[in-house]
């Protein structure tokens, strides 16, 4: 119990709100006039005047109840006990005087822990003294107790609830940072390593074949080119003041786009009816293809092969690329491997990866249709 106290006492206001709006100079324009015209039209109403007074100066206090809400709860029913000791009875209180409700709510809804409590202390002790001064009955009594309770029980209601949904906006957001990297992970790291391996192969025959240096050099353009419309379209997809001229996602037939002469040799086949399988699937193969191939490319050392097989059966799809280069050195893997398995398991399949007895490498997923 001290724990959840002390917890309930060093609770944060939540995020500011706005001071004031345009209702709550409405309320107040409404508010006033009501009060005054009931106070005149009351009949036999005890301390008219002071009634009055009370009633349309405490109005104003609405206009701080987000930012400054234990004050004005203080405020509020402290002038309203003040005038209970004064005329040594219970205030002559008029009807439009159950805005007032709207302190306690604010309080529990924008104010702090000890905010919190120390205006709950302050309102129930007024309804409390009230009543041992013999101001209010005890059905009366209840019945204001009843009401603060229900109006912090509100506030309370409503500021958790904004909470449990900043917490849901904020989940989301992670999702899509998450989805985000891997497809750039997928995407630009690709492009990339092919360029680094052009390139690297262009130094190493310049010197004896300037043709095949010039060839690589085409290769890296194009890479580069790809790179680039790429990055384009997803910084277009994040600008949301500019609408997006979104292209098809990758589909299980552009994993043939993955083969290639070498080095090393890429050898795609495409097994089983690929047309009837959902979107997201047939992207998370293309992706997950062509991140192993990548990763072969850029680790399998001495390989001269890779195989990339999609099977398509009447419940799963099941991709398997693996190379024939010498076992990794053991060590950090990156992200790639991370961002396949989360990719996988998005969509309820399992990715796995490892090397092969005595030489390769492996990565093998299965995803249901």
Not at 129 to 156: E, K, Q, R
Not at 267 to 275: A, E, N, P, S
Request: glycine fraction near 8%.
């Amino acid at each position: 119990m001290f724990d959840l106290l002390r917890s309930v006492w060093r609770e944060p206001r939540p995020p500011a709100a706005a001071p004031r709006v345009w209702r709550d100079w409405v309320l107040v324009a409404v508010l006033v006039p009501v009060a005054v015209v009931e106070g005149v039209l009351t009949r036999d109403l005890p301390w008219r005047v002071l009634s009055v007074v009370v009633a349309a100066g405490l109005v104003p206090t609405l206009l701080w109840r987000r930012s400054r809400p234990l004050l004005m709860v203080a405020v509020a029913f402290g002038v309203c006990q003040l005038s209970a000791l004064v005329v040594d009875a219970e205030f002559p209180s008029q009807n439009v005087l159950v805005y007032l409700a709207l302190l306690p709510y604010a309080l529990f809804r924008w104010g702090s822990g000890r905010e919190a409590v120390l205006g709950a202390a302050i309102m129930l002790g007024k309804v409390g003294l009230s009543g041992a001064l013999g101001y209010l009955h005890p059905s009366d009594v209840l019945g204001g107790l009843v009401i603060l309770c229900a109006a912090m029980a509100l506030g309370a209601a409503f500021r958790y609830r904004s909470r449990a949904r900043a917490r849901e906006l904020d989940q989301v957001k992670l999702l899509e940072r998450e989805r985000l990297a891997r497809d750039l992970h997928d995407t630009v790291a690709h492009h990339v390593s092919a360029m680094a391996i052009r390139a690297q192969a262009g130094i190493a025959t310049a010197a004896a074949d300037p043709d095949a240096a010039l060839d690589a050099l085409k290769v890296i353009d194009a890479e580069a080119a790809r790179t680039l419309d790429e990055m384009r379209g997803m910084v277009r997809i994040l600008r949301t003041e500019e609408p997006a001229q979104l292209s098809p996602g990758p589909r299980v037939a552009d994993v043939e786009r993955l083969a290639s002469q070498g080095p090393p040799s890429v050898d795609v086949q495409v097994v089983g009816d690929t047309d009837t399988l959902p979107s997201p699937v047939g992207a998370a193969v293309f992706r997950l293809a062509q991140e192993a191939v990548t990763n072969a490319r850029r680790h399998a050392r001495h390989a001269t092969r890779i195989e990339v097989r999609v099977i398509v059966d009447d419940e799963h799809v099941r991709v398997r690329v693996s190379d024939d280069g010498n076992p990794r050195p053991a060590g950090s893997h990156g992200y790639g491997l991370v961002g396949m398995t989360e990719r996988a398991g998005l969509l309820g399949g399992t990715c796995e990866a490892g090397p092969d007895p005595g030489r390769g490498w492996t990565v093998s997923a299965v995803l249901p249709k």
